[in-house]
């Protein structure tokens, strides 16, 4: 399959998901994320916030927040292309009227401080190589975070082997309701 039927795929079986499946699956990632060690060690993180049935990135905001890490959401830019690291205080400092969720402050954050980045995607496979949504905003800001990148998603959107470009960055682990898994 091609990267654009991978999306088409996975996307519709996101929307099918019921609310009741979506909050349980999604508690169980989380449960997974907060056994790390990597995450139970890091202080500065970024997190996507989620939206269409993405992984709930809610709960780990609250959760990172309530243990005093510093947590940091993507400010895109769509004009050029790129995104920044924000940081917020509370739940409330997200715009959530928009289509992508915004940081509402410029309280920017230096990429090299963050230790690990909850990344998004429409897909994973097995060698935690990412699909993204295709605009490239991760593919492009990725390359200069040396901090630790996790995937998060749910069973369904593991595949054996993706289709690959050049400048598709791989995370260093995917975490889904049934497992975790480690790039070798």
């Known amino acids: 399959m091609t990267k654009t039927e991978i999306r088409k795929k996975i996307l519709s ?29 890091c202080w500065n993180l970024m997190t996507y916030v989620s939206f269409d049935k993405e992984p709930d990135t809610i709960q780990i905001i609250k959760d990172a927040l309530g243990k005093a890490k510093t947590v940091c959401v993507p400010l895109v830019d769509w004009e050029k292309n790129s995104m920044v690291p924000v940081q917020i205080f509370s739940i409330d400092d997200i715009d959530f009227s928009s289509k992508v969720p915004q940081p509402l402050n410029q309280s920017l954050v230096n990429i090299n401080e963050i230790e690990l980045v909850i990344v998004p995607g429409v897909a994973f496979d097995v060698g935690c190589n990412r699909l993204g949504r295709g605009k490239g905003f991760y593919d492009r800001f990725l ?28 995370v260093d682990f995917v975490i889904t309701e049934a497992r975790i898994i480690r790039r070798s």
């Not at 079986?13 to 060690?41: G, T």
């Not at 200069?144 to 791989?170: M, R, W």
């Open 13 to 41: 079986q996101l929307k099918e998901m019921s609310e009741d499946q979506y909050l349980s699956l999604s508690e169980k990632i989380f449960q997974n994320l907060v056994s790390l060690s990597e995450y139970k060690n």
């Open 143 to 170: 390359p200069h975070c040396n901090g630790l990148k996790i995937g998060l998603a749910f069973e369904f959107q593991i595949l054996n082997e993706l289709p690959l470009s050049p400048d598709d960055v791989p």
